[in-house]
Protein backbone atom coordinates (compact mmCIF):
# COMPACT_ATOMS: atom_id res chain seq x y z
CA UNK A 1 0.00 0.00 0.00
CA UNK A 2 2.85 2.50 0.82
CA UNK A 3 4.34 2.07 -2.42
CA UNK A 4 1.26 2.51 -4.24
CA UNK A 5 0.66 6.01 -2.00
CA UNK A 6 4.19 6.69 -3.36
CA UNK A 7 3.54 6.06 -6.87
CA UNK A 8 0.03 8.14 -6.95
CA UNK A 9 1.95 11.20 -5.10
CA UNK A 10 5.07 10.64 -7.62
CA UNK A 11 2.81 10.95 -10.96
CA UNK A 12 0.83 13.75 -8.93
CA UNK A 13 4.01 15.65 -8.94
CA UNK A 14 5.00 15.30 -12.48
CA UNK A 15 2.17 15.80 -14.28
CA UNK A 16 1.78 19.29 -12.43
CA UNK A 17 4.72 19.98 -13.85
CA UNK A 18 3.97 19.08 -17.16
CA UNK A 19 2.62 22.80 -17.90
CA UNK A 20 4.26 25.00 -15.88
CA UNK A 21 7.91 26.96 -16.02
CA UNK A 22 9.73 28.13 -12.82
CA UNK A 23 10.45 31.70 -12.89
CA UNK A 24 13.98 32.47 -13.85
CA UNK A 25 16.70 35.08 -11.98
CA UNK A 26 19.14 36.61 -13.73
CA UNK A 27 20.78 40.09 -13.64
CA UNK A 28 21.01 42.34 -16.10
CA UNK A 29 23.04 40.60 -18.53
CA UNK A 30 20.68 37.82 -18.56
CA UNK A 31 23.72 35.36 -17.47
CA UNK A 32 23.24 32.57 -15.10
CA UNK A 33 24.72 33.89 -11.31
CA UNK A 34 26.05 30.38 -10.05
CA UNK A 35 25.60 32.07 -6.37
CA UNK A 36 22.00 32.07 -7.15
CA UNK A 37 21.54 28.73 -8.31
CA UNK A 38 23.45 27.54 -5.14
CA UNK A 39 21.27 29.62 -2.54
CA UNK A 40 18.23 28.18 -4.80
CA UNK A 41 19.20 24.50 -4.10
CA UNK A 42 20.54 24.99 -0.95
CA UNK A 43 18.48 28.01 0.96
CA UNK A 44 19.72 27.01 4.13
CA UNK A 45 22.98 28.63 4.84
CA UNK A 46 25.08 26.73 7.38
CA UNK A 47 22.97 23.01 6.95
CA UNK A 48 23.88 21.74 3.86
CA UNK A 49 22.34 17.71 3.90
CA UNK A 50 21.56 15.26 1.49
CA UNK A 51 18.25 15.83 -0.20
CA UNK A 52 16.56 12.48 -1.07
CA UNK A 53 17.68 12.17 -4.30
CA UNK A 54 21.50 12.32 -3.28
CA UNK A 55 21.23 9.98 -0.58
CA UNK A 56 20.03 7.37 -3.16
CA UNK A 57 23.02 8.23 -5.35
CA UNK A 58 25.39 8.31 -2.60
CA UNK A 59 23.79 4.87 -1.56
CA UNK A 60 23.63 3.26 -5.41
CA UNK A 61 27.79 4.23 -5.20
CA UNK A 62 29.13 2.98 -2.27
CA UNK A 63 29.31 -0.47 -3.11
CA UNK A 64 31.77 0.89 -5.58
CA UNK A 65 34.42 2.33 -3.52
CA UNK A 66 36.80 0.48 -1.39
CA UNK A 67 38.64 1.78 1.89
CA UNK A 68 41.80 3.75 1.21
CA UNK A 69 40.31 4.99 -1.82
CA UNK A 70 41.00 8.94 -2.94
CA UNK A 71 37.81 10.25 -3.64
CA UNK A 72 37.76 13.45 -5.56
CA UNK A 73 33.96 15.06 -5.92
CA UNK A 74 33.77 17.54 -8.45
CA UNK A 75 31.32 20.22 -8.51
CA UNK A 76 30.79 18.57 -4.97
CA UNK A 77 29.49 21.14 -2.88
CA UNK A 78 29.56 21.34 0.70
CA UNK A 79 31.21 17.97 0.86
CA UNK A 80 27.76 16.27 1.60
CA UNK A 81 28.22 13.18 -0.76
CA UNK A 82 32.02 12.68 0.34
CA UNK A 83 30.67 12.68 3.98
CA UNK A 84 28.35 9.69 3.49
CA UNK A 85 30.90 7.86 2.07
CA UNK A 86 33.75 8.28 4.73
CA UNK A 87 31.10 7.44 7.20
CA UNK A 88 30.67 4.08 6.12
CA UNK A 89 34.25 3.73 4.49
CA UNK A 90 37.91 4.83 4.96
CA UNK A 91 38.20 6.94 2.00
CA UNK A 92 40.40 10.12 1.55
CA UNK A 93 37.80 12.82 -0.16
CA UNK A 94 38.85 16.11 -2.41
CA UNK A 95 35.95 18.41 -2.84
CA UNK A 96 35.95 20.28 -6.16
CA UNK A 97 33.53 23.39 -6.63
CA UNK A 98 33.74 26.92 -6.94
CA UNK A 99 31.19 28.31 -4.57
CA UNK A 100 33.68 29.10 -1.40
CA UNK A 101 30.59 28.84 1.16
CA UNK A 102 29.97 25.68 0.10
CA UNK A 103 33.38 24.72 0.22
CA UNK A 104 33.88 26.00 3.29
CA UNK A 105 31.66 23.68 5.21
CA UNK A 106 33.55 20.83 2.99
CA UNK A 107 36.92 22.02 4.37
CA UNK A 108 35.29 21.96 8.19
CA UNK A 109 34.03 18.26 7.57
CA UNK A 110 37.65 17.43 7.20
CA UNK A 111 38.01 17.01 3.49
CA UNK A 112 40.69 18.73 1.26
CA UNK A 113 38.84 21.61 -0.90
CA UNK A 114 39.68 22.95 -4.51
CA UNK A 115 37.74 26.28 -5.61
CA UNK A 116 38.12 25.59 -9.52
CA UNK A 117 35.33 26.78 -12.29
CA UNK A 118 35.41 23.46 -14.41
CA UNK A 119 33.52 25.59 -17.51
CA UNK A 120 37.36 26.70 -18.15
CA UNK A 121 39.40 24.47 -19.82
CA UNK A 122 42.91 26.02 -18.30
CA UNK A 123 41.45 24.34 -14.42
CA UNK A 124 41.40 21.09 -15.67
CA UNK A 125 44.70 20.25 -15.43
CA UNK A 126 45.10 21.73 -11.93
CA UNK A 127 42.57 18.84 -11.13
CA UNK A 128 44.76 16.07 -8.88
CA UNK A 129 45.16 12.29 -9.38
CA UNK A 130 42.93 10.13 -7.35
CA UNK A 131 41.17 6.71 -7.26
CA UNK A 132 37.81 7.95 -8.50
CA UNK A 133 36.48 11.36 -9.83
CA UNK A 134 32.83 11.56 -9.58
CA UNK A 135 30.61 14.59 -10.69
CA UNK A 136 26.50 14.20 -10.11
CA UNK A 137 24.40 16.34 -12.51
CA UNK A 138 27.89 18.48 -13.56
CA UNK A 139 28.13 17.32 -16.80
CA UNK A 140 25.24 18.65 -18.53
CA UNK A 141 26.28 22.28 -17.56
CA UNK A 142 29.27 22.15 -19.57
CA UNK A 143 29.91 22.87 -23.32
CA UNK A 144 31.63 20.01 -24.59
CA UNK A 145 31.51 17.45 -21.66
CA UNK A 146 33.19 15.11 -24.11
CA UNK A 147 36.68 17.16 -24.29
CA UNK A 148 36.17 17.65 -20.53
CA UNK A 149 35.87 13.69 -19.64
CA UNK A 150 38.87 12.85 -22.09
CA UNK A 151 41.24 15.69 -20.15
CA UNK A 152 40.21 14.01 -17.03
CA UNK A 153 40.14 10.67 -17.47
CA UNK A 154 43.74 9.90 -16.65
CA UNK A 155 43.24 11.40 -13.15
CA UNK A 156 41.36 8.95 -11.95
CA UNK A 157 43.07 5.54 -11.50
CA UNK A 158 40.20 3.20 -11.27
CA UNK A 159 37.07 4.89 -13.09
CA UNK A 160 34.69 8.02 -13.18
CA UNK A 161 30.99 8.02 -12.01
CA UNK A 162 29.34 10.39 -13.55
CA UNK A 163 25.15 10.85 -12.85
CA UNK A 164 22.84 12.77 -15.70
CA UNK A 165 19.07 13.45 -15.67
CA UNK A 166 17.04 11.44 -18.19
CA UNK A 167 16.06 13.32 -20.85
CA UNK A 168 13.83 10.55 -21.75
CA UNK A 169 11.59 10.54 -18.81
CA UNK A 170 8.28 10.52 -19.37
CA UNK A 171 7.46 13.62 -17.60
CA UNK A 172 9.94 15.00 -20.69
CA UNK A 173 8.47 13.15 -22.81
CA UNK A 174 5.02 14.61 -22.22
CA UNK A 175 6.25 18.30 -22.01
CA UNK A 176 7.52 18.04 -25.69
CA UNK A 177 4.29 16.49 -26.66
CA UNK A 178 2.52 19.41 -25.56
CA UNK A 179 5.28 22.17 -27.00
CA UNK A 180 7.33 22.81 -24.41
CA UNK A 181 10.93 21.87 -23.57
CA UNK A 182 11.92 19.80 -20.72
CA UNK A 183 12.13 21.27 -17.54
CA UNK A 184 15.37 20.42 -16.05
CA UNK A 185 16.37 23.90 -14.85
CA UNK A 186 15.98 25.60 -11.54
CA UNK A 187 17.06 29.35 -11.75
CA UNK A 188 18.28 29.68 -15.50
CA UNK A 189 17.03 28.35 -18.78
CA UNK A 190 20.29 27.92 -19.65
CA UNK A 191 21.60 25.40 -16.46
CA UNK A 192 21.48 22.43 -18.77
CA UNK A 193 23.82 22.19 -22.01
CA UNK A 194 23.41 18.93 -23.24
CA UNK A 195 20.82 16.20 -22.89
CA UNK A 196 21.00 12.77 -22.69
CA UNK A 197 18.33 9.34 -22.72
CA UNK A 198 19.68 5.88 -21.46
CA UNK A 199 20.23 4.66 -24.90
CA UNK A 200 21.93 8.06 -25.39
CA UNK A 201 24.30 7.66 -22.93
CA UNK A 202 25.29 3.89 -23.76
CA UNK A 203 26.67 5.01 -27.33
CA UNK A 204 28.02 8.33 -25.95
CA UNK A 205 30.55 6.59 -23.68
CA UNK A 206 31.35 4.20 -26.59
CA UNK A 207 32.16 6.85 -28.78
CA UNK A 208 34.51 8.67 -26.49
CA UNK A 209 36.04 5.29 -26.38
CA UNK A 210 35.36 4.37 -22.38
CA UNK A 211 34.16 1.14 -21.25
CA UNK A 212 30.84 1.45 -19.62
CA UNK A 213 31.33 -1.13 -16.53
CA UNK A 214 27.55 -0.02 -15.01
CA UNK A 215 24.86 1.87 -15.81
CA UNK A 216 21.83 2.74 -12.91
CA UNK A 217 18.53 3.99 -13.60
CA UNK A 218 17.15 5.62 -10.47
CA UNK A 219 14.20 7.73 -8.75
CA UNK A 220 11.74 8.05 -10.91
CA UNK A 221 8.09 6.37 -10.83
CA UNK A 222 8.39 3.47 -8.25
CA UNK A 223 7.91 0.55 -9.68
CA UNK A 224 7.31 1.51 -13.13
CA UNK A 225 11.22 2.66 -12.98
CA UNK A 226 12.22 -0.97 -12.57
CA UNK A 227 9.90 -2.82 -15.51
CA UNK A 228 10.98 0.21 -17.67
CA UNK A 229 13.76 2.35 -16.40
CA UNK A 230 14.62 4.27 -19.51
CA UNK A 231 10.94 5.40 -19.67
CA UNK A 232 10.16 5.70 -15.93
CA UNK A 233 13.27 6.91 -14.10
CA UNK A 234 14.34 10.00 -13.77
CA UNK A 235 18.70 10.37 -13.45
CA UNK A 236 21.03 8.04 -14.80
CA UNK A 237 24.42 6.84 -12.86
CA UNK A 238 27.68 5.63 -15.23
CA UNK A 239 30.33 3.94 -14.27
CA UNK A 240 33.21 4.29 -16.71
CA UNK A 241 36.69 3.67 -17.24
Known amino acids: MR ?21 PSWGN ?12 RRPKVGNFQLSAWQQTRARLVLPWLSDDDVVLDLGGGAGEMLAYWSERKKITGIC ?7 LDQAKSRGFEILNLDLSQPQNWSLIPECDYLTGFEIIEHLPNPEEFILAI ?15 GYYKHRLRLLFGRWPLQWVV ?13 IKQWVSWLGLKLKQLTV ?23 Y
Open 29 to 40: DGRLDYNIYWRR
Open 188 to 200: HPGEHLRFWTVRD
Open 96 to 102: VDNNQMA
Open 153 to 167: KKRARKGLIFSVPNS
Open 3 to 23: IIKLLLFKLRQDLSEVFVYPK
Open 218 to 240: YEGLPILNKLWPSLFGQGIIIHI
